[in-house]
């Protein structure tokens, strides 16, 4: 698979997770679905990282994400 493509993907389910955690905080509610969602995307994107450190920067992230999207709306 392609490290791009694992990198959006945990970007975009730990960005999911976050309100959902903030969601069953705020109801007093065990946040399990949300806390394994977050897991996941953090990580994906830390085995990326470590997989090429040099080329997934914070400073790269934008660039990553925007390729990739244009590759599969293509």
């Known amino acids: 698979m392609d490290l791009d493509l694992v990198f959006v993907i945990g970007l975009i389910l730990a960005a999911f997770s976050i309100p959902a955690l903030v969601n069953a905080f705020s109801d007093r509610r065990w946040p399990r679905g949300s806390a394994v969602a977050l897991i996941i995307g953090l990580g994906a994107v830390i085995y990326v ?5 040099e080329l997934y920067t914070l400073d790269r992230v934008d660039d990553v994400f925007v390729s990739v999207v244009a590759r599969y709306i293509n």
């Not at 990282?49 to 450190?53: G, H, N, S």
Request: charge should be neutral.
């Open 49 to 53: 990282a470590r997989q090429e450190p």
